[in-house]
């Protein structure tokens, strides 16, 4: 007598792998945690920014028994609440906002907070790289340095810009307009100073072009508007190399 087989019963449910998993939809002015519905009667709450703020949520999140936590990179408005989670302990996860969305399954009455906690419940999204510590405050550091870099560049291009405007070729013949000799050169004119003899004589005795080949360069049409324009050049660019040097790291360039 043949017997059927029964076939294995399949469990297509899939398993949790953060059960303690909490979500915040960061915001600029309110943050939506979200918690898993049997933890609290109340598992979508909303939070302010400010500090004590921020810490009534880290501990609405113990009192849930969270371990875990997952956040979108919106902005920089993720920093505060992201620090402060790690500093009481909790694994946080900061995520790219596109990865959610790609999910599919979502149903229209979810909020963003709760559908990013039930990804990370079941290790559906992916963490972005945060460094840590001092590789964290020296990719700060980076960052500000070439921001400064490239403001200072910005100036320096504007005078440029204005020099060649009235035909004062003083970048062709010093090696660099905000050196020595450059800024004090481009100083004078905008003090008011026109005549070339007077403006070539503040060559710096370093300088490799001669005084008459700096007063050939800077026989051109001065005009007031292109002066004006670029009058807080040289200051900004000054400011902006100061900052630089204050800069953990930096060496003059």
Same mark, same amino acid.
């Given at each position: 007598?043949?017997?059927?087989?029964?076939? *294995?019963?399949?469990?297509?449910?899939?398993?949790?792998?953060? *059960?303690?998993?909490?979500? !915040?939809?960061?915001?600029?002015?309110?943050?939506?945690?979200?918690?898993?519905?049997?933890? @609290?009667?109340? *598992?979508?709450?909303?939070?302010?920014?400010?500090? @004590?703020? $921020?810490?009534?949520?880290?501990?609405?999140?113990?009192?849930?028994?969270?371990?875990?936590?997952?956040?979108?990179?919106?902005?920089? &408005?993720? !920093?505060?609440?992201?620090?402060?989670?790690?500093?009481?302990?909790?694994?946080?996860? $900061?995520?790219?906002?596109?990865?959610?969305?790609?999910?599919?399954?979502?149903?229209?009455?979810?909020?963003?907070?709760?559908?990013?906690?039930?990804?990370?419940? &079941?290790?559906?999204?992916?963490?972005?790289?945060?460094?840590? #510590?001092?590789?964290?405050?020296?990719?700060?550091?980076?960052?500000?340095?070439?921001?400064? $870099?490239?403001?200072?560049?910005?100036?320096?291009?504007?005078?440029?810009?204005?020099?060649?405007?009235?035909?004062?070729?003083?970048?062709?013949?010093?090696?660099?307009?905000?050196?020595? @000799?450059?800024?004090?050169?481009?100083?004078?004119?905008?003090? #008011?100073?026109?005549?070339?003899?007077?403006?070539?004589?503040?060559?710096? &005795?370093?300088?490799?072009?001669?005084?008459?080949?700096?007063?050939?360069?800077?026989? #051109?049409?001065?005009?007031?508007?292109?002066?004006?324009?670029?009058?807080?050049?040289?200051?900004?660019?000054?400011?902006?190399?100061?900052?630089?040097?204050?800069?953990?790291?930096?060496?003059? &360039?």
């Amino acid at each position: 007598m043949n017997r059927k087989r029964s076939k *294995p019963k399949i469990d297509r449910k899939m398993p949790m792998v953060h *059960p303690n998993a909490a979500a !915040i939809d960061v915001g600029a002015t309110m943050h939506m945690a979200a918690v898993r519905p049997d933890r @609290t009667p109340e *598992p979508v709450r909303s939070f302010g920014t400010f500090t @004590t703020d $921020l810490h009534r949520l880290v501990e609405w999140f113990k009192e849930c028994g969270v371990e875990t936590v997952v956040m979108e990179s919106t902005s920089v &408005y993720w !920093i505060p609440i992201f620090e402060l989670l790690d500093a009481h302990g909790f694994t946080v996860l $900061l995520v790219n906002a596109r990865d959610a969305k790609h999910v599919p399954g979502r149903k229209t009455d979810v909020s963003d907070a709760q559908w990013l906690q039930r990804l990370h419940s &079941y290790g559906l999204l992916r963490a972005s790289f945060r460094p840590k #510590g001092q590789i964290s405050e020296l990719r700060a550091y980076m960052r500000q340095r070439e921001r400064l $870099l490239e403001y200072a560049a910005s100036h320096i291009q504007h005078m440029q810009k204005a020099l060649i405007e009235m035909n004062l070729q003083l970048h062709h013949v010093v090696a660099d307009i905000t050196g020595a @000799t450059g800024l004090r050169i481009i100083r004078t004119i905008l003090a #008011g100073e026109r005549d070339p003899k007077v403006l070539a004589l503040l060559r710096d &005795y370093r300088c490799h072009s001669s005084a008459e080949t700096i007063e050939k360069a800077l026989t #051109g049409s001065y005009r007031a508007d292109c002066s004006h324009s670029s009058r807080h050049s040289p200051s900004t660019t000054l400011t902006m190399r100061r900052h630089l040097l204050a800069t953990p790291g930096s060496k003059p &360039y």
